[in-house]
């Protein structure tokens, strides 16, 4: 057996409590100058990305025709003979629309002046007819409708004729319009402007029927982030950001909001990392875990 005088031992373990001791003080994870990553709550967090969104304005009004022709006979003392339409029918341009009895015997016709549809009729077999009273017929020409509303002034500047809108009508549904004509002046006091939108469908519509119309006028591109990523607080508008596994506040400007998403024109830029539920219980500085948010959660 080889007996190692305690200096031979010395000599060899030397080299090796040297090596262990490098290790120990140039380790990274114990370096006394480096700070420990941060560990705090778990955060859903997003990027900010870019999205286009529609500039709407909207108009709720009121139905009415755009041109109605009233029907009269011209001579007094006639009695209504025969009567052939009714409140409702589509007629024609020349159509007879009733008989009339003369005092001294014979008849004369009514005929639509234009086409399009009777809207309210007084005529009865039997009753009296003359150039003075109610009007036998009332024709809203072609079928056309307008839907009358008020704006405020800030977005009259906005509307042009011909602009295209898309109008939801009480019991007739979702039709197409158009801008007709644009008020050149405002309401005093309300500072309210008119606007008429022309509607074009072939569905019966009816007047004095409510109606929201929403008008795009164009259209800006720039950074979103969801509605829930707001804050509104007494600092003004802000948007919470996680950057190096802390939270920051940024302070934003918004514009404008579809979908639940909310276009930011300044504060935050594309490829940002916001936390996709900004809460009062992240303060500036907090250690945070981020996830990612899925597809389906955005």
Do not use: H, W
């Amino acid at each position: 057996m080889t007996i190692l005088r305690a200096r031979d031992l010395s000599l060899r373990l030397a080299p090796l409590i040297a090596a262990g001791m490098f290790c120990l003080f140039s380790s990274p994870l114990l370096a006394a100058d480096d700070e420990a990553p941060p560990k705090g709550a778990a955060v859903t967090v997003l990027k900010a990305a870019k999205s286009c969104f529609a500039n709407i304005v909207e108009v709720s009004g009121t139905i009415i025709p755009r041109e109605e022709t009233q029907l009269r006979p011209e001579r007094m003392g006639l009695k209504v003979a025969e009567v052939m339409v009714d409140a409702g029918d589509s007629v024609t341009a020349g159509q007879v629309l009733a008989r009339l009895t003369l005092p001294e015997g014979g008849q004369i016709t009514v005929q639509a002046p234009v086409g399009g549809v009777i809207s309210a009729s007084t005529a009865s077999v039997g009753a009296m007819a003359s150039g003075k009273g109610e009007a036998l017929f009332s024709i809203i020409a072609r079928g056309e409708f307008d839907l009358v509303g008020m704006v405020p002034t800030r977005d009259i500047q906005k509307l042009q004729v011909n602009q295209t809108a898309r109008i939801k009508v009480i019991g007739a549904g979702e039709v197409d319009g158009k801008v007709r004509r644009l008020s050149t002046t405002v309401e005093p006091n309300s500072q309210l402007a008119q606007v008429f939108l022309g509607v074009t469908t072939n569905r019966r519509l009816l007047v004095n029927s409510s109606g929201r119309a929403q008008i795009k006028t164009g259209q800006s591109c720039g950074v979103s982030v969801p509605l829930t990523a707001i804050l509104y607080g007494s600092a003004g508008t802000v948007v919470q950001v996680v950057r190096r596994a802390r939270v920051e506040t940024r302070r934003v400007e918004t514009g404008l909001m579809a979908a639940g998403q909310v276009e930011i024109t300044s504060g935050i830029q594309e490829g940002d990392i916001v936390v996709a539920r900004a809460g009062a219980l992240l303060r500036e500085g907090d250690p945070v875990r981020a996830v990612t948010a899925s597809a389906d959660t955005k």
